[in-house]
């Protein structure tokens, strides 16, 4: 197929297609070339069929633009109707912490659309191997997004042919990691506590992408299809030659942020229907009494993770959160389980990766593997701050 803009790539071959169907699916998005499309079943060849309105992105992109619009502009007119207002404020303060992570995240995935899979495989490392789990790893640790925008990310690395291990190192390392969240957390909590929250993330990342780097290799688990082999693959060199022959202009950034809009659908409703049950956790559970019940004990951290997984809540409104149950509530190892669970638990994560990947083994393996560490490194913490 032809890539961004220069040399050709290696046709892929496929497990259940034609050839001739695989040529026209696995055009690249760069150029003047159709984008990349994804498939809900086995190389679905049926173009002319009209495809279903997505209800639920729509139905929750309503809801949550009414609740936005009603809390910036008709405020006072609700202010009688007290759940109504509180859920309209809740929604309005959820997006506005949201809406940039999720709109870099968006970028993002229209850029690495643009990207070959033998750039990611090379970047990577190779996905069965420690060092690549550690790359990933260190990926996720340094890009400066929220855990909506990281989500958005991790799910095209899979697309893009980077492990099972990987793409779970990666998203596990990085939902609060970012610069920014990183500065406002030393603040909070101070410096030793954030750096010990650092660490135990990215072993908690590097220890679940091994396991599903292994379970994959036993077979427990399914490969990931869109893996690319490298042949001799120079990475620098064929950037450079590519950069030169892309012409940047704005039409090119509309399209690839076009495409970044239109692939993350499938993400983008989950979040959505996460912030409406978020807002309504907020409006019924007085936050003094969920910081107050959340002591350094074994029903404080069992409490502490029921809570993250049902609240869906962006980094940024999670931090502070975490570092009350540090400061307030004397439980360290509960605010770092505040901060971890949302990734390992959360329904937005699980249901993200079944769409992905296509396999709910894969999904309900992340909190089988993740959860059990954050408990044990949590009720650790908690020890130590006692």
Not at 231 to 243: D, L, Q, S, V
């Amino acid at each position: 197929m032809s890539s961004c803009c220069g040399s050709p790539e290696p046709e892929e071959p496929s497990s259940c297609c034609s050839d001739e169907t695989e040529k026209q699916l696995a055009k690249s998005s760069c150029c003047d070339e159709e984008p990349e499309q994804q498939q809900s079943g086995c190389c679905s060849t049926e173009t002319g069929k009209k495809a279903r309105p997505d209800y639920l992105l729509w139905t929750t992109f309503l809801l949550v633009t009414a609740g936005y619009l009603v809390d910036l502009f008709a405020a006072n007119f609700v202010s009688s109707y007290l759940s109504l207002a509180s859920m309209a404020e809740a929604v309005r303060q959820l997006m506005d912490n949201m809406w940039l992570g999720l709109a870099l995240g968006i970028f993002f995935v229209g850029l690495l659309g643009r990207v070959p899979r033998e750039f990611v495989t090379s970047l990577l490392g190779k996905g069965d191997t420690f060092v690549g789990i550690i790359r990933a790893t260190f990926a996720g640790v340094l890009l400066d997004l929220c855990s909506h925008g990281i989500l958005l990310v991790a799910m095209r690395l899979y697309q893009r042919g980077a492990s099972l291990g990987q793409v779970m190192a990666f998203l596990i390392a990085s939902p609060w990691n970012s610069l920014s969240l990183t500065v406002i957390l030393i603040a909070l909590i101070g410096w030793k506590w954030t750096l010990l929250f650092i660490v135990f993330s990215m072993i908690i990342g590097i220890v679940s992408g091994v396991i599903f780097n292994v379970l994959e290799k036993k077979g427990v688990l399914p490969a990931n299809p869109n893996t690319v082999v490298l042949n001799g693959f120079k990475p620098w060199h064929e950037a450079k030659t590519r950069w030169k022959a892309t012409e940047m202009s704005p039409q090119w950034l509309g399209s690839m942020v076009w495409e970044g809009i239109k692939d993350s659908r499938m993400i983008v409703r989950w979040l959505l229907l996460g912030v409406l049950l978020a807002a309504a956790i907020r409006t019924f559970v007085p936050i003094d009494s969920f910081q107050t019940y959340f002591g350094a004990t074994l029903a404080g951290l069992g409490m502490t993770l029921v809570i993250a997984t049902i609240l869906e809540i962006c980094s940024e409104g999670s931090t502070p959160i975490a570092a009350d149950l540090v400061t307030r509530a004397q439980a360290p190892g509960n605010g770092f389980a505040f901060l971890m669970t949302g990734v390992a638990t959360d329904y937005t994560e699980i249901m993200s990766l079944r769409e992905t990947t296509r396999s709910w083994k894969i999904a309900l393996f992340l909190p089988l593997i993740t959860v059990p560490q954050v408990v044990l490194l949590s009720w650790m913490m908690n020890l130590a701050g006692g």
